[in-house]
């Protein structure tokens, strides 16, 4: 580790450990694992980890959350959070992630107060800030905060960290919630979600590294890292796919051929940043 990340790294731990007691927002992504394995070794049981099941999480996911806090006996709690039931959620509109952070980060808040909690940390990072992310707004509009960020910690550090701290997610593929593979406008539906993460499942299944399966009308496109097209194009595994996507429901199945790129969704609204 260099002096620079090392700063970074106790600048981090300092800033936990003014919080004394706190919550954790834990999706068992990179960077909220990092956080509150880093929380739990600075703030012993005064950390909580929260998790949220939705329709827009994978079970998968939510399974690794819960696994992770037993196996570090860590204290955990679980919310239910149903984002059809927020106005204007499923007409996806440019600021959903705006309309759902805001009521999902309600609902944490108040799980964390009913443990005399009131510091609630999320897991941000500075590479956040490049790409388009109306959630952002409802967090500083709630006073959540944002550790990684504030220790001016980017992804590439954090994976580093995580290694040096022996965590399996160091490696992790980068996760955003299913909606996302969903065109802004296309209306949002929990079938749709449903589709998206039994696609995804079997792409896990078959060992691809960073993928997306985006949906339109019930067309699949799939982006994957370019070094993995010739292992879905080879005949096995390419009829698999197709077999496996129809049987979900897909009409078309398609290979995009740019590859799997972060935020492509945003693509036609970049500049454009205000929820």
């Known amino acids: 580790?260099?002096?620079?990340?090392?700063?970074?790294?106790?600048?981090?731990?300092?800033y936990l450990r003014k919080t004394k007691k706190a919550a954790v927002a834990f999706s068992?992504?990179?960077?909220?694992?990092?956080?509150?394995?880093?929380?739990?070794?600075?703030?012993?049981?005064?950390?909580l980890a929260i998790i949220?099941?939705?329709?827009?999480?994978?079970?998968?996911?939510?399974?690794?959350?819960?696994?992770?806090?037993?196996?570090?006996?860590?204290n955990y709690e679980i919310i239910r959070f149903n984002e059809f039931e927020i106005e204007g959620y499923k007409n996806n509109p440019i600021n959903r992630c705006y309309l759902c952070k805001k009521e999902m980060f309600k609902k944490i808040k108040s799980?964390?107060?009913?443990?005399?909690?009131?510091?609630?940390?999320e897991g941000s990072n500075t590479d956040d800030m490049k790409d388009y992310r109306p959630?952002?707004?409802?967090?500083?509009?709630?006073?959540?905060?944002s550790p990684l960020k504030e220790a001016k910690l980017n992804k590439e550090e954090i994976r580093i960290l995580s290694k040096e701290r022996n965590l399996k997610?160091?490696?992790?593929?980068?996760f955003a919630c299913l909606a996302t593979r969903i065109s802004y406008g296309d209306e949002i539906t929990k079938e749709k979600l449903k589709m998206i993460e039994e696609a995804e499942q079997i792409l896990y299944n078959l060992g691809f590294y960073q993928f997306r399966v985006r949906l339109k009308e019930k067309d699949a496109r799939i982006e994957i890292l370019e070094d993995e097209f010739e292992k879905l194009i080879e005949n096995k595994t390419r009829k698999k796919i197709m077999e496996e996507f129809k049987k979900i429901g897909f009409e078309y199945i398609s290979l995009d051929l740019e590859g799997y790129r972060q935020g492509s969704q945003n693509l036609k609204i970049k500049g454009n940043f205000t929820p």
């Open 52 to 74: 949220v099941l939705s329709n827009s999480f994978p079970d998968r996911e939510s399974k690794g959350a819960i696994d992770f806090c037993k196996k570090k006996n860590i």
């Open 135 to 145: 959630g952002i707004k409802a967090l500083l509009e709630l006073g959540i905060l």
């Open 1 to 14: 580790m260099d002096d620079e990340l090392n700063i970074k790294y106790e600048n981090l731990k300092n």
């Open 169 to 174: 997610t160091f490696n992790k593929p980068s």
């Open 111 to 121: 799980k964390a107060f009913e443990y005399d909690i009131k510091n609630i940390l």
């Open 28 to 47: 068992f992504g990179v960077d909220s694992t990092f956080l509150l394995d880093v929380c739990f070794e600075v703030l012993k049981n005064n950390v």
